[in-house]
Nanobody, 129 residues
Framework: QVQLVESGGGLVQCGGSLRLSCAAS????????MAWFRQAPGKEREFAAF????????YYADSVKGQFTISRDNAKNTVNLQMNSLKHEEQAIYYC??????????????????????WGQGTQVTVSS
């Protein structure tokens, strides 16, 4: 059974930073690409960032390029999301997600939630204005 557990959310002021972490267990973490999505109240879940299984490539939503950085530590089975200069409208529940196929590097479907087989429970990020 694969488990993804996010942490690091909380309350931050506009312009502030947070670092989210996702701890994975239950299968060989290093074989699978990972992603972060977010969902604000009343809105659909949206893609934020993606990292290949090796960590060699990353991909970001246009809205967070230059602001968010995704990374992974395959030795520790964790994927992280460094978020800087946070805006009030980025307040949401942030989810990490694990790819459903090992060693898949294609970027064509990185934004599609259906690509990801496993999801964490989410961590709330609140940005005060």
């Amino acid at each position: 059974q694969v488990q993804l557990v996010e942490s690091g959310g909380g309350l931050v002021q506009c312009g502030g930073s947070l670092r989210l972490s996702c701890a994975a267990s239950g299968r060989t973490f290093s074989r699978y690409a990972m992603a972060w999505f977010r969902q604000a109240p009343g809105k659909e879940r949206e893609f934020a960032a993606f990292i290949t299984w090796s960590g060699g490539n990353t991909y970001y939503a246009d809205s967070v390029k230059g602001q968010f950085t995704i990374s992974r530590d395959n030795a520790k089975n964790t994927v992280n999301l460094q978020m800087n200069s946070l805006k009030h409208e980025e307040q949401a529940i942030y989810y990490c997600a694990a790819d459903d196929m090992p060693y898949r590097d294609d970027l064509a479907t990185t934004k599609v939630p259906a690509r990801y087989e496993y999801w964490g429970q989410g961590t709330q990020v609140t940005v005060s204005s």
